[in-house]
Every structure is written in structure tokens, then in C-alpha cells.
């Protein structure tokens, strides 16, 4: 037998939900700026980090429903998808 309303639970996500948006919002905030900051020093490691660091907190970012429905669900199956190559999957 189900226990709980199932409106709290989708506040619950929804809540969860924006709460991590925002901590991405601040991240991605942060990686600009190290981003402007290493762009002048000419190390090209740093410059390619921040900018895969910044790609990939946009793509959760996505995933999360920033964009489209359709945009949405290639980024979350895209990263689903890598974190199976990068980690092994049981498939």
C-alpha cells in the first residue's frame, strides 16, 4: 500500500529539482570566471578544462529541463550513456 500523497512527492522533486539548478547556475557562474581568469595566462590545459568543465555543467544543466522537451532528453541520455562507457555498465 502506498504511503504519502504523491503531490508532495513531485514537490519534493520539483524542489530538489531547483535546488540543484541553482547550485549549477552558481558553478557554471564560477567556471565562467575561471575561465576569463586562465584565457590570459596561455596554459591551453587550463583554458580546455574550464571549457570541458562549463560543457558539462551545461549539460546537466539540460538534462534538468533547460531547453526543449526533445533537447532535454538527448542530454540526459547522452550522459547516461557516457557514464556507462567511462564506468562499465552491467547491460
Known amino acids: 500500500m502506498p504511503m504519502g500523497t504523491p503531490g508532495k512527492k513531485v514537490d519534493h522533486r520539483q524542489s530538489t529539482r531547483h535546488r540543484i539548478q541553482v547550485v549549477l547556475e552558481q558553478a557554471d557562474a564560477a567556471y565562467q ?4 581568469l586562465v584565457a590570459g595566462s596561455g596554459k591551453v590545459e587550463d583554458v580546455r578544462q574550464a571549457c570541458l568543465s562549463l560543457a558539462l555543467l551545461r ?3 539540460t538534462s534538468l529541463g533547460q531547453g526543449g522537451a526533445r533537447v532535454t532528453s538527448f542530454a540526459a541520455d547522452l550522459l547516461g550513456e557516457s557514464f556507462c562507457v567511462r564506468y562499465g555498465s552491467d547491460k
Open 33 to 36: 570566471s575561471a575561465l576569463e
Open 59 to 61: 549539460a546537466f544543466q
